[in-house]
């Protein structure tokens, strides 16, 4: 019968890791011992267990390293921490590093097996969390995409019909009558744009944008977006200052959804400003990145609406007059940075502005570009 | 200006179709409808057409994009001009990664979204036609 539980007892003092697998070993559970870090994170990497259990103090890898390494590699890895020096302030470091509990040497076997039943449960509730998790995001969008689609194409027949009706009758119609005929195409038009969004955000599998990555030129993405936008500001005697900060290193991605970004927060950045203002657009190089910044002096975003702001469906409580949208615009935006391996954030001020900033990574330099450096050395 | 051209409609969707197709005989085109992939083939395969109006979406999935794969293996249908309506454009990247948005498939087609407005749906026909007519004067 193949045991339910692996546990990993990590340790230097080899009568730790006897009476542990002593202790702990049994039909149910199997006891896998490491007498350093190197080969206890072999181990881990080879099939990871359902527990481990770290002795702080070892000589090379320290506990607390290969608590950091696991974090960081495995982060729903339950992991407990041994240690001879139980003092408060270790426990609570280990803690904080992530540790699920703390067992001081030395310890009775019915203390290492409470310890081991306690870090073994949580482990199984994790998972299953976990396996829920999964689940709910599959129904989500699995259930959006069909009602999606479902709704899309009898409102798509339904505005055909409008289309052609409105044509056809275009002779017999009173002006009255075909004024409503373009108003039904308008709300139609409205709810469609809606399910289009929906669809953006649930249906696509986003991270496929990855396949067709390449280096693009920030400038380039940026004239575009800004070109987009344009019309808008004009309308509302709003200048748009785009500031570039000498030549700029590339950034591997998507041109098409990059400038869908910026173009939607230029958008925006028109749609809450004051007639006759600036838009200020910066972009430059900054530790390894790109950060491009869209700053406006419009109304700005209220304190408590910041926080949910790049979530589905959210859009601040002040509106100007006859704004549309439906609050994703800025929920796809950060998708898509996210998929670039970038971040997006704000800062605001009501009533003084707000700034969206958007960092991206750079990419590698273009190898004919490091060849022409080569050959100038 | 002789404008009795035909064209074939391939679409699941009776009520789409009709939103379309009255546009297309106001126009003063002869329009056929074959509601199903197997019947749209069946017409290409007996009458001669101008034009092939495809959906992308039918029965199964993208049974359209099957469709307009034969044509392109098939020597007599090759330079068939098509006009693919979709109510899944921004999912055509993603069902094609790698590819332009707009996958050809035969030598000169066309890609329109549900619903389409009656003069964008007018502009892009006769702009098909009238490509796959220079097409074969040259080939001559």
């Known amino acids: 019968m193949q045991p339910e539980h692996t546990i990993l007892v990590i340790d230097d003092e080899e009568v730790v890791l006897d009476s542990c697998t002593q202790v702990l070993a049994g039909a149910t559970c199997r006891v896998l011992t490491a007498a350093g870090g190197a080969q206890g994170l072999k181990l881990i990497e080879e099939s990871p267990p359902d527990l481990v259990f770290v002795d702080l103090k070892m000589p090379g890898l320290s506990g607390f390293d290969i608590l950091e390494i696991i974090r960081g590699r495995y982060p729903h890895m339950v992991v407990i921490v041994i240690t001879g020096y139980a003092t408060v302030s270790s426990a609570i470091e280990a803690m904080k590093k992530g540790a699920f509990d703390f067992l001081p040497k030395p310890f009775t076997p019915e203390e290492l097996r409470l310890i081991a039943r306690r870090g073994l449960e949580h482990h199984r509730l994790l998972q299953q969390t976990l396996a829920l998790r999964r689940e709910k995001e599959l129904l989500r969008e699995n259930f959006a995409a069909i009602v999606s689609h479902e709704l899309k194409s009898p409102l798509g027949a339904l505005q055909q019909n409008l289309y052609a009706l409105t044509d056809e009758l275009a002779d017999r119609l009173s002006h009255e009558q075909q004024a409503r005929m373009e108003r039904l195409k308008s709300r139609l038009d409205d709810v469609l744009k809606l399910i289009h969004s929906w669809l953006r955000v649930f249906s696509v599998d986003i991270n496929k944008l990855k396949d067709t990555f390449q280096p693009l030129a920030v400038a380039g993405v940026l004239a575009k977006a800004v070109e987009t936008v344009q019309p808008h500001a004009t309308r509302k005697a709003i200048e748009i200052v785009p500031k570039v900060a000498g030549p700029l290193p590339d950034v591997l991605g998507d041109e098409g959804s990059l400038t869908e970004v910026l173009v939607n927060l230029l958008g925006n950045a028109v749609k809450y400003s004051f007639p006759d203002s600036q838009i200020l657009v910066t972009a430059e190089a900054h530790g390894g990145q790109v950060q491009i910044a869209v700053i406006d002096r419009g109304v700005g975003i209220a304190k408590e609406d910041l926080p949910h702001l790049f979530q589905d469906f959210i859009r601040g409580q002040k509106q100007p007059e006859g704004a549309a949208g439906c609050g994703l615009g800025l929920a796809i935006s950060r998708r898509i940075v996210e998929v670039h391996g970038g971040s997006i954030n704000v800062d605001s001020e009501p009533g003084q502005g707000s700034t969206f900033r958007i960092c991206l990574p750079a990419a590698p330099p273009r190898p004919d570009a490091s060849a022409t450096a080569e050959c100038k050395v | ?140």
Request: hydrophobic fraction near 45%; aromatic fraction near 6%; glycine fraction near 6%.
């Open chain 2, 1 to 140: 200006m002789s404008q009795s051209k035909r064209l074939l409609i391939i679409d699941d969707d009776p009520d789409f179709v009709a939103g379309i197709k009255s546009i297309l005989v106001k126009a003063k085109y002869e329009v056929d409808v074959a509601y199903n992939p197997k019947d749209g083939f069946q017409a290409l395969k007996s009458k001669a057409y101008d034009l092939l109006l495809l959906d992308v979406m039918m029965g199964r999935g993208a049974e359209g994009i099957m469709i307009a794969r034969k044509l392109g293996k098939d020597p007599n249908l090759r330079d068939l001009p098509v006009l693919i309506i979709t109510g899944i454009r921004e999912q055509m990247a993603f069902l094609f990664p790698g590819q332009a948005v707009h996958p050809h498939f035969v030598n000169v087609d066309e890609l329109v979204e549900k619903p389409v407005a009656p003069k964008l749906l007018l502009e892009k026909v006769e702009a098909l036609l009238k490509t796959a007519a220079t097409r074969k004067a040259q080939s001559k």
